[in-house]
């Protein structure tokens, strides 16, 4: 039973920081490339920022500079620290293990960015 289960959405001011983190079980994390997409309310699900099992990462254009993704193998973690956010950012943040044809997801963290 693969399971993953994100954590540490909030509401935030603008300009203010969020660590995700994402913990996976009933898989071998460690040969997994990890993702991190986003729905935000009226839009489609987009792809935020991957990580390779060999820890190479990609960053969609509009989070470059702000958002950083990581992982610990031994926990089989997976992290995005968010920085300096933005209202746009406003979404439900979800936690993806690729593997054809549709890959485990997780059920969702909420970031909120307001004043």
């Known amino acids: 039973q693969v399971q993953l289960v994100e954590s540490g959405g909030g509401m935030v001011q603008p300009g203010g920081s969020l660590r995700l983190s994402c913990v996976a079980s009933g898989l071998m994390f460690s040969l997994y490339t990890m993702a991190w997409y986003r729905q935000a309310p009226g839009k489609e699900r987009e792809l935020v920022a991957s990580i390779t099992s060999t820890s190479d990462t990609y960053y969609t254009e509009f989070v470059k500079g702000r958002f950083t993704i990581s992982r610990e193998n031994v926990d089989s973690t997976m992290y995005l620290r968010m920085n300096n956010l933005r209202p746009d950012d406003t979404a439900i943040y979800y936690c993806?293990?690729?593997?054809?044809?549709?890959?485990?997801w997780g059920q969702g963290t909420r970031v909120t960015v307001s004043s």
């Open positions: 993806n293990a690729a593997e054809r044809p549709r890959g485990y």
